[in-house]
C-alpha cells in the first residue's frame, strides 16, 4: 500500500484486522484505499495469536477492527461514519503528529 502522497512516510501505523470472507473488511480497506492511506491488513483466520492480539486491543470479536495509530476507530461502521462527517484525515494527521511527538493542534 502507498501512503498519502501529499504526505509521504507522514502517517501514522493503520491495521485492520480482517479475514478474507468478511465484505465489510472489503469495504474498509478500499475506503482506506480511496483516501491514499497505507495501511497493515492482518488475517485473523489465519493465526489465533493475531485473533487474540485483536480482541485484546479492541475488547471486540468481530472483524473488521481498524487502528489508526493509537486510537481504536471500531468497524467499518465507525470508518466510514469518520470519513462521511469529514473527520477521517483529521484523525489520521493527529495521529501522526502524536507519532512524531508533537503537541497536538488547538481544536483539533
Do not use: W
Not at 473527520?87 to 497536538?104: F, T
Amino acid at each position: 500500500m502507498t501512503a498519502d502522497p501529499g504526505k509521504p512516510g507522514n502517517q501514522p501505523a493503520i491495521v485492520v484486522y480482517q479475514s478474507p470472507l468478511c465484505p465489510f473488511c472489503h469495504f474498509a480497506k478500499r475506503l482506506l484505499k480511496k483516501r491514499g492511506l497505507a495501511f497493515e491488513s492482518i488475517n485473523v483466520q489465519l493465526s489465533s495469536a493475531k485473533r487474540d492480539e485483536m480482541i485484546q486491543r479492541a475488547k471486540r470479536l468481530t472483524v473488521p477492527q481498524i487502528f489508526i495509530g493509537e486510537t481504536h476507530v471500531g468497524g467499518y461502521d465507525e470508518l466510514a461514519a469518520l470519513d462521511r462527517n469529514d473527520r477521517l484525515m483529521p484523525l489520521v494527521e493527529a495521529e501522526a503528529r502524536r507519532a512524531a511527538g508533537e503537541p497536538p493542534v488547538e481544536g483539533a
